[in-house]
Antibody, heavy 116, light 108 residues
Framework: QVQMVQSEGEVKRPGASVKVSCKAS????????ISWVRQAPGQGLEWVGW????????NYAQLVQGRVTMTTDTSTRTAYMELRSLRSDDTGVYYC?????????WGQGTLVTVSS | EIVLTQSPGTLSLSPGERATLSCRAS???????LAWYQQKPGQAPRLLIH???RRATGIPDNFSGSGSGTDFTLTINRLEPEDFAVYYC?????????FGGGTKVEIK
């Protein structure tokens, strides 16, 4: 079955960087993009950005523009999201999703905690 | 940016009742590129409906989506205990993709 398995949670200091991974299985990796969605504690869902698995093109949300880089490694079927200059309001669960327009399925989520 | 407004914020109903959730867009959503997701506490969201009215694989016909343009509705015909959760709508027709604020369906 189609699965997205993410890396474990991380605790970071303000100003640091974090890199979250997402390994896909069960489908042809290059035929769908990967989006990232975050959810602050007790809050709703926010789209963070998208990366093409076929040519590496990206599209980032304004809220992280200039601080985020999304990449993929087709040899390992893994997508990565690196977020730099972390702030306390970056704290939340980050989900990778297979993006075929709609989002399905979702990874299990990676909790990123930014705290001094 | 398309703003999605979901109402009500919270819906208090009993098992067996019908739930009607609304999602209103600030501008027309092209080609009915609207999806609905269900999220239970401590879990990742799950796709229920895409293209405004098409059920995702494995979703029971108890769930149905309707609407077009700027007004969309998710209906849960008879609430089962496992249906009490938070529901989000999302558009995916243009960038940036956005989500509604969510409707919590709770047990009355």
């Amino acid at each position: 079955q189609v699965q997205m398995v993410q890396s474990e949670g991380e605790v970071k200091r303000p100003g640091a960087s974090v890199k979250v991974s997402c390994k896909a299985s069960g489908y042809t990796f290059s035929t769908y993009g990967i989006s990232w969605v975050r959810q602050a504690p007790g809050q709703g869902l926010e789209w963070v950005g998208w990366v093409s698995t076929s040519n590496g093109n990206t599209n980032y949300a304004q809220l992280v523009q200039g601080r985020v880089t999304m990449t993929t490694d087709t040899s390992t079927r893994t997508a990565y999201m690196e977020l730099r200059s972390l702030r306390s309001d970056d704290t939340g669960v980050y989900y990778c999703v297979r993006d075929g327009g709609w989002f399905d399925p979702w990874g299990q989520g990676t909790l990123v905690t930014v705290s001094s | 940016e398309i703003v999605l407004t979901q109402s009500p914020g919270t819906l208090s109903l009993s098992p067996g009742e019908r739930a009607t959730l609304s999602c209103r867009a600030s501008q027309t959503i092209t080609s009915n590129y609207l999806a609905w997701y269900q999220q239970k506490p401590g879990q990742a969201p799950r796709l229920l409906i895409h293209s405004a009215s098409r059920r995702a694989t494995g979703i029971p016909d108890n769930f149905s989506g309707s609407g077009s343009g700027t007004d969309f509705t998710l209906t849960i015909n008879r609430l089962e205990p496992e249906d009490f959760a938070v529901y989000y709508c999302q558009h995916y027709g243009s960038s940036p993709l956005t989500f509604g604020g969510g409707t919590k369906v709770e047990i009355k």
